[in-house]
């Protein structure tokens, strides 16, 4: 079967691979119908991570049940399902929890904790779905039904990742009814971020990026002020159109932060400004109000002296950690619990009360991928979301 395999840094090609098998009883293998290109690609991609070549790339899957292990009991052929990215044991002690993205478990090498994702280095034995058919590992636990047909096709596929991951950054900033936000970052997960404060009641939302196409979208759909930081330091501009600090606070850019005292104009460059991967942290500390609560969903990687230099450094990030303590925030942080919502976000979508589709911008074959990468990676105008239909 065709799948997209890392090649190396800046580097994905179509190859043919071997088709997947059941390994288990409690699997299933799914015909993919659409699999998304998501910003945590983007981190192997750009050669930030150990990532060997040959790794199969997609953890935001959604397609229809081909074939069903012997253990599985609620999925059967022709089902229609959508994956959460976080691979999930469902009887652990945090899995109990409903700490989907944190499952504590081992998986059947013994070695590797279940707690992993499809086609991502470091988290578990499990191919992407970047391809023409996935296995599921605990099927039962690690898909959520859809309903038959093809309708909100490009919507439910962003239920496997990004619209809960959004989601999850309000609640960790445990954004009320009434409230102002900040967003820093307008790529998908910003923009879910935003669009969710607007479905929860948000009074205010600024959006902080700058790319126009991003920011337009995050004004247009999410009711949220653009807040360009190339046109100056955010928090300033912030508290000059809002009177001051806001509430609450997400962070959807992570630890690839552009810091724009560093990098050079040219954007076609796009070269993260590592030496202070801090700089959205430190931002957020300085536009949310006393006792506000910060939501940080983009993504940051542990100090690991076995990982690439760069790498290494950013998990000692140069928060200002004092300021924090005098402004007594409390924050959350960490991998998207998909599970938590997807369900109740999925009903919203099939009762049209969310629509978070505005967010695909592309719709295209897998043999597309790899020139879909290179643009999606460098934030091209106009590329937002990048769908893939095997
Ligand atoms: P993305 O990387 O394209 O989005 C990041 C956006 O931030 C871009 O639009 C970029 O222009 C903008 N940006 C860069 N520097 C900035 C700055 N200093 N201030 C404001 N904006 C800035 O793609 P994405 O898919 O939205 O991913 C965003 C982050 O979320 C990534 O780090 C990704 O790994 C992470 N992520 C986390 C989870 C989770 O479960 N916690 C899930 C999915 C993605
Ligand atoms: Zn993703």
Known sequence: MKAVVFQGDNDVAVEEVDEPEIKNPNEVVVDITTTAICGSDLHMYEGRTDAEPGLVFGHENMGIVEEVGEGVTTLSEGDRIVL????????????????TGFCINVNETGSVPAGG????????????GQAEKLR??????NALQLPEGDE????FALLADIFPTGWHGTRLANLQPGESIVIFGAGPVGLMAAYSAKLQGASEIYSVDRVPSR???????????PINFEEGDPTEQIKDEHGGEVDKGVDA????????ETEAEDKDEYS???ENPAVVLNQLIDTVRPTGQLGIVGLYVPSDPGAPDETSAAGRLGIDFGRLFEKGHRFGTGQCDVKRYNRRLRDMIIEGRADPSFLVSHRVGLDDAPEMYEAFDSREEGVTKVLLEP
């Open 84 to 99: 959460p990215f976080n691979v999930a044991c469902g009887f652990c002690r945090n899995c109990e929890a409903g700490y």
């Open 117 to 128: 994702a499809y086609g991502y280095v470091g988290m578990g034995p499990y191919q992407g």
């Open 136 to 141: 599921v590992p605990y099927a039962d636990f």
């Open 152 to 155: 909100h096709e490009n919507s």
């Open 215 to 225: 920011l337009d979208l995050a004004e247009e759909h999410c009711d949220s002020t």
């Open 253 to 260: 850019v992570g630890y690839q932060a552009i810091d724009p």
């Open 272 to 274: 993260p400004a590592r």
